[in-house]
């Protein structure tokens, strides 16, 4: 059975850091994704490693600030968050696919995704 479970989530002051961890079971070598809705906006890529080229990708708006890293041995993938901002509030989710690289910042790229998790900063 396919399955993304997030943990991590809570309440944290402005500046204060938090880390998502996102465990895929049922599948594997997909790419392992971060997305987040906030507030009146649309569901919106954070960041992920992109497989076919071995880089890593972030929003420009967590750039510096998040940290996503891969466990493949775990099928893990976490999302270290610093500095976080109130218009870091939302809901986080993990998400898994085969995107390729015109695609990869796009739910479209992705077919299986977790349950989020809610990621609250105080201000």
């Known amino acids: 059975q396919v399955q993304l479970v997030e943990t991590g989530g809570g309440l944290v002051q402005a500046g204060g850091s938090l880390t998502l961890s996102c465990v895929a079971t049922g599948f594997s070598g997909y790419t392992l994704a971060w997305f987040r809705k906030v507030p009146g906006k649309n569901r919106e890529f954070v960041a992920a490693p992109f497989r076919n080229n071995g880089r890593t990708y972030y929003a420009d708006s967590v750039k510096g600030r998040f940290f996503i890293s891969r466990d493949d041995?775990?099928?893990?993938?976490?999302?270290?968050m610093t500095?976080?901002?109130?218009?870091?509030?939302?809901?986080?989710?993990?998400a898994a696919g085969r995107p390729i690289l015109s695609s990869f910042r796009s739910e479209a790229g992705y077919t299986y995704?977790?349950?989020?998790?809610q990621v609250t900063v105080s201000s």
Do not use: M
Not at 73 to 80: G, M, R
Not at 83 to 94: A, H, K, M, N
């Open 83 to 94: 500095l976080l901002q109130p218009e870091d509030t939302g809901v986080y989710y993990c």
């Open 113 to 117: 995704w977790g349950q989020g998790t």
């Open 73 to 80: 041995a775990k099928n893990t993938v976490h999302l270290q």
